[in-house]
C-alpha cells in the first residue's frame, strides 16, 4: 500500500524559506525516483524536482532553479525539498511522489496522491 505523506508547508513571506518533508512507503524507496510536484489555484498540477533513486541526479523546473533543492535519505524513506527565496508565485499545494521513469520524471505516472502539504508565499 503506497503512503505519501508531505509535511513542513506554512505561511511565509517573499524571500522566506520552507523545507518540505515526504515520508513514503509502500515501494522499496531506495529504486525509485522521487518528484515534487505543486498545484496552483486554478491551475493544472506541475512538475517541481525530482532526484535519482540513488541520489546522484536532480532536476528541476526552470522557474525554481538556484532556489529549491531537492534530497532524499534513502535509510529514512524521505524525501525532501528546500525552498529559498520563496516568491508569491510558488503558492501551491506540494506534493511529492514516486517517478516511474526518469525520462519522464515531469509526470510520475502514478495515479495515487497524497494529500500535498499547503505553501503559501505572501507579498
Known amino acids: 500500500q503506497v503512503q505519501l505523506v508531505e509535511s513542513g508547508g506554512g505561511l511565509v513571506q517573499a524571500g522566506g524559506s520552507l523545507r518540505l518533508s515526504c515520508a513514503a512507503s509502500?515501494?522499496?524507496?531506495?529504486?525509485?525516483?522521487m518528484g515534487w510536484f505543486r498545484q496552483a489555484p486554478g491551475k493544472e498540477r506541475e512538475f517541481v524536482a525530482a532526484?535519482?533513486?540513488?541520489?546522484?541526479?536532480?532536476s528541476y523546473t526552470d522557474s525554481v532553479k538556484g532556489r529549491f533543492t531537492i534530497s532524499k535519505d534513502n535509510t529514512k524513506n524521505m524525501v525532501y525539498l528546500q525552498m529559498n527565496s520563496l516568491k508569491p508565485e510558488d503558492t501551491a499545494v506540494y506534493y511529492c511522489?514516486?517517478?516511474?521513469?526518469?525520462?519522464?520524471?515531469?509526470?510520475?505516472?502514478?495515479?495515487?496522491w497524497g494529500q500535498g502539504t499547503q505553501v503559501t508565499v505572501s507579498s
Open positions: 511522489n514516486f517517478i516511474k521513469l526518469w525520462g519522464r520524471r515531469e509526470y510520475s505516472e502514478y495515479d495515487y
Open positions: 509502500g515501494r522499496t524507496f531506495s529504486i525509485y525516483h
Open positions: 532526484i535519482s533513486s540513488g541520489g546522484d541526479s536532480t
